[in-house]
T-cell receptor, first 110, second 112 residues
Framework: KQEVTQIPAALSVPEGENLVLNCSFT??????LQWFRQDPGKGLTSLLL?????REQTSGRLNASLDKSSGRSTLYIAASQPGDSATYLC?????????FGTGTRLQVTL | DARVTQTPRHKVTEMGQEVTMRCQPI?????VFWYRQTMMQGLELLAY????????DSGMPKDRFSAEMPDATLATLKIQPSEPRDSAVYFC??????????FGSGTRLTVV
């Protein structure tokens, strides 16, 4: 059974800092790994998708890496902004199942 | 951008009433999931469809919940009769194999 763990569970940083969110998973037989953000009371917004054959993806200030052999992914956020405050979810996908990480609640302060 | 559309966005109903939630997946996506999110349980899988066929509904209370895909453009989740413990946000997600999944904005259900 796939288990996805995210560290840290919560993080508070001042605006402008670069930060790294960590995700680890127990079963490397995945199709892909997605990073989502969820704002309070809102749905899940896909940030980055890394297919199993890829090592990383970049979008703007976000960069995500995937190391299937070690069961790890990281989400790097450069020059953080208050608008980045949200819960970030790492999600592994197979043909028939999505497994959600435990989440990291990020607060970026002025 | 293509999006998954869920209706209604909010629903308040009395205990015992029937509730129907609808989802329009992205055109061309062959996989649809229904999830429920609560503060206590997080995201729970309720049902999963591939090419409109239900493949996994083991997470769904069978006595009161039912999920269907009458056609490729519509997935429905029904609760009959509804109970206060069903209060949650219900999400639909659609995807295509390895290309990841897109979530709808959810239906916030309150059963009083």
């Amino acid at each position: 059974k796939q288990e996805v763990t995210q560290i840290p569970a919560a993080l508070s940083v001042p605006e402008g800092e670069n930060l790294v969110l960590n995700c680890s998973f127990t079963d490397s037989a995945i199709y892909n790994l997605q990073w989502f953000r969820q704002d309070p009371g809102k749905g899940l917004t896909s940030l980055l998708l890394i297919q199993s054959s890829q090592r990383e993806q970049t979008s703007g200030r976000l960069n995500a890496s995937l190391d299937k052999s070690s069961g790890r992914s990281t989400l790097y956020i450069a020059a953080s902004q208050p608008g980045d405050s949200a819960t970030y979810l790492c999600v592994t996908g197979t043909a028939s199942k999505l497994t959600f990480g435990t989440g990291t609640r990020l607060q970026v302060t002025l | 951008d293509a999006r998954v559309t869920q209706t209604p966005r909010h629903k308040v109903t009395e205990m015992g009433q029937e509730v129907t939630m609808r989802c329009q997946p992205i055109l061309g996506h062959n996989t649809v999931f229904w999830y429920r999110q609560t503060m206590m349980q997080g995201l729970e899988l309720l049902a999963y469809f591939r090419n409109r066929a239900p493949l996994d509904d083991s997470g769904m209370p069978k006595d009161r919940f039912s999920a269907e895909m009458p056609d490729a453009t519509l997935a429905t989740l029904k609760i009959q009769p509804s109970e206060p413990r069903d209060s949650a946000v219900y999400f639909c997600a659609s995807g295509l194999n390895i290309y990841g999944y897109t979530f709808g904005s959810g239906t916030r259900l309150t059963v009083v």
